[in-house]
């Protein structure tokens, strides 16, 4: 199984400003997953996007999906500073339905 | 809104112990995992289970490992003979259908082996 590569690793922005982040992957996938960690503690699910969706929003994120590139990005607008956390891509491929995750970004948001 | 719950939060033991971890799934959930977290590093899929029994597991889930479904609400890992490099938080999670696909975590069991 394949894991997704995030970009950039860490990222420190200011409160109010939009946070990008990136997750490219090497073959086919079913779906791609954006979950949440805040220091020390489980797994948030945030998003999931199917293979043949271009874009989900929840509240302030934005996920789009672009299979051509085999990437996908998160966009946290507005951010605040209990977004810091480290975001994380995990890809669903072939048959399986285990997430495989990425090593992360880590994102500071200073107030 | 319904969650998983693990506990302990934290367990330390010694290397040859054997330790149970424990978690409670939401409760309609049909599907459950285990993954680790070495520090610093990737999260990683242990096993799952549905129906009780092992429908997946990794390279990393072996002889050591076990899992066990004792009660209609309880999920365990337990390792039989700990080692240093068991050393992680332990994330269970739970699902309700192959089909959703959205797995949804617990808070973690930071296990330490001294």
């Known amino acids: 199984s394949q894991q997704g590569e995030e970009d950039p690793q860490a990222l420190s922005i200011q409160e109010g400003e939009n946070a990008t982040m990136n997750c490219s992957y090497k073959?086919?996938?079913?779906?791609l997953q954006w979950y949440r960690q805040n220091s020390g503690r489980g797994l948030v699910h945030l998003i999931l996007?199917?293979?043949?969706?271009r874009e989900k929003h929840s509240g302030r994120l934005r996920v789009t999906l672009d299979t051509s590139k085999k990437s996908s990005s998160l966009l946290i607008t507005a951010s605040r500073a209990a977004d810091t956390a480290s975001y994380f891509c995990?890809?669903?491929?072939?048959?399986?339905?285990?997430?495989?995750f990425g090593r992360g970004t880590s994102l500071i948001v200073h107030p | 809104e319904p969650e998983v719950t693990q506990t302990p939060s934290h367990q330390v033991t010694q290397m040859g112990q054997e330790v149970i971890l424990r978690c409670v799934p939401i409760?309609?959930?049909?599907?459950f995992y285990w993954y680790r977290q070495i520090l610093g590093q990737k999260v990683e899929f242990l096993v799952s289970?549905?129906?009780?029994?092992?429908?997946?597991k990794s390279e990393i889930f072996d002889d050591q490992f076990s899992v066990e479904r004792p009660d209609g609400s309880n999920f365990t890992l337990k390792i039989r003979s700990t080692k240093l490099e068991d050393s992680a938080m332990y994330f269970c999670?739970?699902?309700?259908?192959?089909?959703?696909?959205?797995?949804?975590f617990g808070p973690g069991t930071r296990l330490t082996v001294l």
């Open positions: 999670a739970s699902s309700g259908t192959i089909s959703t696909d959205t797995q949804y």
């Open positions: 073959t086919s996938i079913n779906n």
């Open positions: 996007i199917r293979s043949n969706e």
């Open positions: 995990a890809l669903g491929s072939g048959g399986s339905y285990i997430p495989t």
């Open positions: 409760s309609n959930h049909l599907y």
């Open positions: 289970f549905y129906n009780n029994e092992i429908s997946e």
